[in-house]
């Protein structure tokens, strides 16, 4: 039985009047590969912060690894949107993925070898060794892309959060983000939050739907009246390009 | 030229702009990057209610001045996390009510407020010697604590959020980084004034930022301009006759002004070459 990374149990996340989750029960074990889909504004982001003890529900439990969210971050890495992130900055992308240190390194002492030696691990791992010197500015959106995962890779995560993390990224650079995640599937946990029903349907291995309810059967498998319900109007989830049907036929 | 330094005040003013300089450089990189320039200015207004204080207890205002403004830090903290989302409202509020705290005590104190104005708009030729030793230490304090949490101010300033993930506090380094601003108030007070300390603080950040890309270099760059921007200050000021704040002040203005010109002229000049 491998090991149970993340557990909620009727979860409920309330910003002011507004419920932004509702009754979220979720289990995520070891090195699952998990896609996360649903609308806009349907609490996706909300449910990593909760996995991150950003955000504490008003009601329920949440578990990750075992102990209290926020307990856990050294064991987490995350990669938040780029949008939230000022590209002008004057930070290089060697300090950048360094940051990815900051929570192992020790209070009034500067970087050590082991903290650059991961870092340059990390680097390596996404393709961006060369860069290092760099930056952020003068990347494309899909290098800085990589760069913030580097910078997750960094603390040596199990698990693994991303968020929207193909957004405003052209298609080579989508390609080579999911080609970085489908080599770490095997290492660890990873969730990734997205809007793009279309990629996640195919490099997920299980999707789960998220629209204040979580609809999720540990598969890849959503009815339809499910994605109805979370988006609130009829959607298809189409796998592009692959063989595989993504949903079930109807029956009627 | 020369025979100017043989008077003790234009020596004193000379360190003083250079001390000012070294604290307003780096403090002034961490409020434009971390975008705090409304809640400093915030900060530097309120701590007016120290200098009245220092006028009503009758002991040199700018020891009154550390305390108080280290308070106003506290207070705007606390404020601007009770009110989230309408901060800058919070901000506004605190700025008058320091200044007004500060009037008042002014006027309740017996007697003629003799340099108010100094303290208001700055007076470079007026530093005492023993206010050059306090300013010098609380430089070196800066340095020291930039040195320590340079990599942790850094996480604060790009990614706040992150910071918390990692399992650090990032309250508490905000927190660190608003009282670095208060001590920055009072080692420019005799320079610029609380009323146009913002300057001196934004001016010689924003202008680096434009021409660097390391935190490193910005910080340096910024040190270097303000201690080109307040001599030339002084020495204008003190040719022309001029008030010497707000000499400084128009200095960095225009210079401001003209590279944002430049710059701007200079960046449209290349898409056309490219296009």
């Known amino acids: 039985m491998s090991e149970e990374v993340v557990a909620l149990e009727d979860v409920w996340v309330r910003y002011g009047d507004n419920t932004v989750l509702q009754e979220v029960t979720l289990k995520i074990c070891e090195k699952d590969f998990l896609g996360i889909i649903g609308p806009n504004g349907g609490g996706k982001t909300t449910l990593l912060k909760v996995i991150m003890g950003l955000v504490q529900p008003m009601r329920g439990t949440a578990r990750v690894f075992g102990a209290e969210p926020g307990r856990s971050w050294q064991r987490i890495g995350y990669v938040p949107q780029q949008i939230m992130l ?85 298609i ?81 | 030229m020369i025979d100017i330094f043989q008077y003790e005040f234009m020596r004193n003013a000379v360190a003083a702009g250079i001390l000012t300089s070294v604290a307003c450089g780096i403090i002034g990189v961490y409020v434009v990057l971390k975008r705090i320039v409304f809640l400093s200015d915030g900060i530097t207004h309120a701590s007016f209610g ?3 204080l220092g006028y009503y207890l009758h002991i040199n205002p700018v020891d009154a001045l550390l305390p108080f403004s280290i ?132 001016i010689p950040a924003i202008i680096s930022h434009q021409f660097v890309s390391s935190l490193k270099a910005m910080l340096a760059f910024s040190v270097i301009q303000g201690i080109i921007y307040v001599l030339l200050g002084l020495w204008l000021s003190y040719i022309l006759n001029l008030p010497s704040g707000a000499t400084i002040v128009m200095i960095m203005t225009t210079i401001y002004g003209t590279v944002m010109i430049l710059k701007n002229a200079y960046d449209k000049f290349i898409i056309t070459q490219a296009g």
């Open chain 1, 172 to 252: 080579v650079g989508q390609e080579s983000i999911y080609t970085i995640l489908s080599r770490l599937k095997s290492m660890i946990t990873i969730i990734i939050v997205s809007h793009d029903v279309g990629a996640l349907a195919v490099n997920a291995d299980k999707i789960a739907c998220v629209g204040k309810k979580l609809y999720y059967h540990d598969s890849r498998k959503l009815s339809s009246g499910e994605m109805e319900e979370a988006y609130g109007c009829p959607i298809e989830l189409i796998a592009h390009g692959v063989p595989h049907r993504v949903l079930k036929e109807h029956t009627k």
């Open chain 2, 50 to 52: 120290g200098v009245g």
């Open chain 1, 86 to 170: 000022d590209r002008n900055f004057p930070i290089s992308v060697r300090d950048t993925v360094l940051m990815g240190r900051l929570g192992h390194k020790t209070i009034f002492k500067s970087y050590g070898k082991a903290d650059l030696a991961a870092a340059e691990e990390a680097l390596k791992a996404v393709e961006m060794c060369d860069y290092r010197g760099r930056q952020i500015g003068k990347l494309s959106g899909g290098q800085l892309q990589r760069v913030l995962i580097a910078r997750a890779l960094a603390s040596r995560p199990d698990l693994l959060l991303l968020d929207e993390p193909t957004t405003g990224i052209d």
């Open chain 2, 71 to 202: 308070v106003s830090a506290a207070a705007m903290y606390t404020a601007t996390k009770l009110t989230k989302a309408y901060e800058d409202t919070a901000i506004g509020i605190l700025l008058a009510t320091g200044m007004s705290l500060g009037l008042i005590l002014v006027y309740m104190t017996p007697g003629y407020a003799p340099d108010l104005m100094s303290y208001l708009f700055g007076n470079i030729l007026m530093v005492p010697s023993s206010d050059l030793i306090m300013m010098a230490g609380l430089d070196i304090l800066i340095v020291l604590l930039i040195m320590i949490f340079y990599h942790e101010l850094l996480a604060l300033c790009f990614d706040e959020e992150y910071m918390r993930v990692s399992g650090r506090n990032s309250n508490v380094y905000y927190f660190l980084l608003l009282c670095m601003v208060a001590i920055s108030t009072v080692i420019m007070v005799r320079v610029t004034g609380i009323i146009l300390n913002i300057t001196l603080l934004t």
